[in-house]
């Protein structure tokens, strides 16, 4: 085999590497935002069993939430080539809202104490 042989089979290992590494990406996006879908419906099912005198403002905060996923969600769909840096926006925009749902969750659960 020749050094130009060589250097051509090494160069398409790395293309399949890089190629891997993208698929790899994309999947991990996708889980991660199964598992922010998954954390959401289990807020609205704790929201819709309790009787809270902040129905509204949970409401108004849960919704913010799930737009803030379907706008992760369809970053993700729209931009597979950068996948790791939309899951890095998805992650802090919906741990920001989660944390402002719990918060409220929290506060209507003292106030019922």
């Not at 996948?83 to 920001?96: F, I, K, M, P, Q």
């Amino acid at each position: 085999m020749t050094t130009e042989e060589r250097i051509a089979k090494l160069e398409a290992q790395i293309d399949k590497l890089h190629a891997k590494q993208a698929e790899l990406h994309k999947q991990l996006s996708k889980a991660q935002l199964d598992q922010w879908q998954g954390r959401i419906e289990d807020l609205e099912v704790q929201m819709h069993l309790g009787a809270m005198e902040t129905t509204d403002k949970l409401a108004t905060l849960m919704d913010q939430l799930r737009n803030r996923w379907a706008d992760a969600r369809r970053q993700f769909e729209d931009a597979t080539s950068t996948a790791s840096s939309v899951a890095d926006t998805v992650r802090v925009g919906l741990e920001n809202a989660f944390k402002e749902v719990r918060k409220a969750l929290l506060e209507s659960k003292n106030k019922l104490s």
